[in-house]
């Protein structure tokens, strides 16, 4: 396989040819944990309705993207809902106005860079804040950032991995890092964050890993079910699911 930093051939540009032609981090978690979760969501686009919890994620977000574009100077109202608000605005201070707040990277099969809806884009990628660092005229040294709501415990490992995949999507827009600084902020634990200085070399690693995981999403064609408390008892779609697991009395 020949990536986006090594000349490619048209085969290189294949993918999987299965009917789901975009993945994306979410999608690729939902795909492990069941692959007829992402059968329902992005083949047959069953809707489902945002919970408490993703609304209230959203608003956060917005309030912290608000701040870190220099719209606001003060918590509104979404932020307010942050116990510990002050702590994480001053930790974001020295972005504002400089971060690039959730960019929007489409990226072909053979991760170059490409336009969000462009016919070609197999992989899109939106990290909430993007960054080279200001002191470092060389552009050597990228971080990225991701803002998570809710409770921290057993999230950790895929929470990096999201941002190993961000990292892998850097690679091509990016030529001269040689260094990814990634983080995820829990917003709602203070002084709670993941953090990981990752070089160069071990992101183009993870993303040949990352890639044929990707591939076999976009080649699946059946999206069996995987059914089991875990997975089932916290799926959106357990009621429409006739493979769902269901306690039986």
């Known amino acids: 396989m020949k990536f ?9 540009r294949m993918t999987g040819g299965g009917p789901v032609k975009r993945w994306s981090f979410s999608t690729l978690d939902n795909f492990e944990a069941c692959p007829k979760r992402v059968w ?11 919970n408490d919890a993703m609304m209230r994620g959203n608003r956060v977000h917005d309030g912290l993207e608000k701040y870190l574009r220099g719209q606001v100077d003060f918590p509104d109202a979404a932020l307010s809902e942050v116990a510990h608000v002050q702590f994480w605005l001053e930790r974001l201070a020295p972005w504002r106005g400089l971060a ?5 990277w489409g990226l072909d099969a053979t991760w170059a860079p490409t336009g969000w809806w462009d016919d070609e884009t197999w992989l899109w990628a939106k990290p909430d804040l993007v960054g080279l660092d200001i002191h470092d005229p060389a552009g050597s040294e990228l971080t ?6 809710g409770k921290s415990y057993g999230k950790q490992l895929k929470h990096m991995r999201q941002l190993l995949v961000y990292a892998a999507a850097a690679l091509s827009r990016y030529p001269s890092v040689q260094t990814f600084s990634l983080h995820v902020w829990y917003i709602d634990e203070k002084d709670d964050s993941l953090d990981r200085q990752i070089d160069r ?8 890993r990352i ?5 076999a999403l976009t080649s699946e064609t059946e999206f069996p079910a995987t059914p089991s408390p875990r997975v089932c008892n916290w799926c959106d779609y357990r009621d ?10």
């Open 4 to 12: 986006a930093d090594a000349p490619a051939s048209p085969a290189d």
């Open 100 to 104: 690039i707040m959730e960019p929007r």
């Open 240 to 249: 429409v699911c006739d493979d769902a697991w269901r306690k039986t009395k």
């Open 40 to 50: 329902f969501r992005t083949v047959q686009r069953v809707k489902v309705p945002p």
């Open 144 to 149: 990225i950032v991701d803002f998570k709501t």
């Open 211 to 215: 890639h044929a995981q990707g591939m």
């Open 201 to 208: 070399g071990a992101v183009q690693s993870f993303r040949a």
